[in-house]
């Protein structure tokens, strides 16, 4: 049934239409606008305040606004949305709307806007351009919803960003204190952050010197490295700084009497509400992490239920949830729920096994299966249900060709699957190239992409900077059994243009069937999961880069699987 409200609304807009019950118009530049004064009052204060505080216009026929913010473009998109209940925006006009709207005081056009942006700009492609820009808009117009929104979600990438060179030329003072501000602040140590902020300091040390003593003081000095503090602000155009100088000192003081600045201890020792870590999920075990200071597999503190499952394939985390596809023997297949909260293992039953992948997109989480005939599923942690979705489109139980998962990622809340192939070639199976498959939630349809250049088994599929990369595994496998055999593959880049590039190794060491080198950085490819070790390359490094002990990563048993999941700092034991 159709609610009074919206069958007035629907009569307004048609009398609108027909030029009837028009009592007011308003130009803007060149444009009229035919309208009703009550309909603009009741949803807009700044009309509101127009009509019946005694101004002028109140009795006007024509009204002109004469903000230049305003233009006719964006105030008929106002107009149309006060009249509609809809609005028509896109990534071109919406922030041109959204003053317009702000400016006119019409809320429910600005909380289109934020909504629009909240998907459009921080769910899907969130980056520092956009984040610089959001902040900035959401600060003129006191959008706090909006920049709380912007604010949580670069904290949740603040590894990524902080290293790039726009984290460095481009986010402001301001920007950077809110940010380092806030617990939720995701980075593997408060060392790390207290570098950031000095590498963000020197990158513009005589405009930012003014505002260096701010933005350190937002860092947690009592948790950083002492001898790291030291190098850093124990020079003379540090000291000279008041604030830095007197936080240098608290920070010493701390390490060798702690309980003698009690205020100290209590603001810069605080930790940061979670971290993301690696952790190693073993069947009838205890929970393990890779501690980025020993470079070593501890056990997690704060898990000590072990998963009952006795066989692990695959694992993905979404907020406090860690999700584990396991079996049991002579019970049978179940997603495994851990609360990190709880501390608590549940079983979600699910009757299909050969879940090579689970990946969480929006409100569901994708169980991706080895064998590509079969209907896959999704779960829709709204209904609380399993539900099918569309299958992809690969001619799988054809005799003469041999599918199989070769890797799963997301972007844009998009579910990309690599499938590689072999073709039986006589008595023979010949490695084909893998190919790209694209599913779209929204039309719930599959899009087959490029094929790689080279072929790929037991590889890995992730996102860096936005492009999708396929790297680790081997460029060939025992059709029999499905155990590796030749080379491991090369790493290839998927480009926008549906094509795909080998990416090559210049600084990793030849035989190291773990390490890749990707845009500078280092990821370790373990267990088909691929790990950010945190090692850059900077420009011009000669070759081959050292590794550390990094390589510690694939020391952990054969039955693990591995996955990031937040964790309170707390639950990490000291090393």
């Known amino acids: 049934m159709v609610a009074h409200s919206e069958i007035l609304l629907s009569k307004c807009a048609q009398f609108r239409d027909d030029g009837q019950f028009i009592d007011v118009r308003l130009k803007v530049r060149e444009d009229i ?10 949803n807009s204060d700044y009309f509101y305040a127009m009509f019946t505080d005694g101004m002028k216009e109140s009795s006007q026929e024509v009204i002109e606004l004469k903000d230049e913010s305003i233009s006719p473009d964006a105030f008929k998109i106002v107009m149309d949305s006060i009249y509609a209940g809809d609005i028509c925006v896109n990534e071109e006009n919406v922030f041109e709307v959204l003053a317009a709207a702000d400016h006119l005081q019409v809320t429910t056009v600005v909380q289109q806007c934020c909504d629009f942006l909240k998907r459009e700009f921080i769910q899907l492609r969130l980056d520092l351009h956009n984040y610089c820009l959001l902040s900035t808009v959401a600060d003129r117009h006191s959008l706090r919803d909006l920049q709380e929104a912007a604010e949580n979600k670069m904290a949740s990438m603040y590894v990524d960003v902080c290293e790039s060179e726009e984290f460095l030329s481009n986010v402001s003072g301001d920007q950077l204190f809110s940010l380092l501000s806030r617990d939720d602040l995701s980075a593997p140590s408060e060392t790390f952050v207290f570098k950031s ?58 390490n060798f009497m702690p309980s003698r600045n009690l205020k100290f201890a209590a603001e810069k020792t605080k930790t940061r509400s979670t971290s993301p870590v690696v952790i190693a999920v073993l069947p009838g075990a205890q929970m393990q992490y890779f501690g980025i200071e020993g470079k070593t597999w501890k056990p997690l503190a704060s898990t000590i239920p072990a998963i009952e499952a006795t066989e692990c394939y695959c694992a993905a985390s979404a907020g406090n949830n860690l999700y584990v596809a396991g079996y049991e023997w002579s019970v049978g297949y179940y997603i495994y729920r851990y609360n990190t909260e709880g501390n608590v293992w549940e079983k979600m039953p699910h009757s299909c096994g050969g879940i090579k992948n689970l990946c969480i997109v929006d409100d569901y989480m994708y169980a991706i299966r080895s064998n590509c005939s079969q209907v896959p599923q999704r779960y829709s942690f709204a209904k609380c249900q399993w539900q099918t979705f ?101 790493v290839e880049a998927y480009y926008e243009d549906n094509t795909w590039s ?12 773990n390490a890749v080198e990707i845009e500078g950085k280092v990821f370790f490819i373990v267990k088909h999961f691929p790990v950010d070790s945190g090692i850059r390359i900077p420009p011009g490094e000669l070759y081959p880069v050292h590794l550390g002990e990094y390589e510690n990563l694939a020391k952990i048993d054969k039955t693990a699987v591995l996955c990031y999941l937040p964790v309170k700092r707390e639950s990490l034991k000291s090393e």
């Open 390 to 490: 569309a299958k992809v489109n690969i001619m799988s139980n054809h005799p003469s060709y041999h599918f199989y998962n070769s890797g799963v990622t997301i972007l844009h809340s998009k579910v990309y699957v690599l499938y590689g192939s072999a073709k039986l070639d006589s008595v023979s199976w010949r490695m084909q190239s893998a190919g790209l498959h694209c599913f779209d939630p929204v039309k719930n349809e599959w899009e087959e992409k490029a094929k790689t250049r080279k072929p790929h088994y037991g590889s890995s599929l992730f996102v860096v900077n936005n492009r999708i990369y396929v790297a680790g595994g081997y460029d060939c496998i025992n059709i029999s059994n499905g155990s590796p055999l030749g080379n491991p593959a090369l």
């Open 33 to 42: 606008f035919p309208a009703h004064r009550i309909v603009l009052a009741a």
């Open 502 to 513: 080998v990416v090559e190794q210049k600084h990793i060491p030849p035989g190291n069937p």
């Open 197 to 254: 902020v000095m590498q963000w300091i020197k990158h513009k040390k005589e405009e930012r010197m003014a505002v260096a003593g701010k933005v350190i003081g937002a860092v947690r000095l009592g948790l950083v490295d002492i001898r790291v503090v030291i190098e850093e602000l124990d020079t003379e155009e540090m000291k000279r700084v008041p604030e830095i100088y007197t936080l240098m000192c608290e920070t010493l003081i701390y």
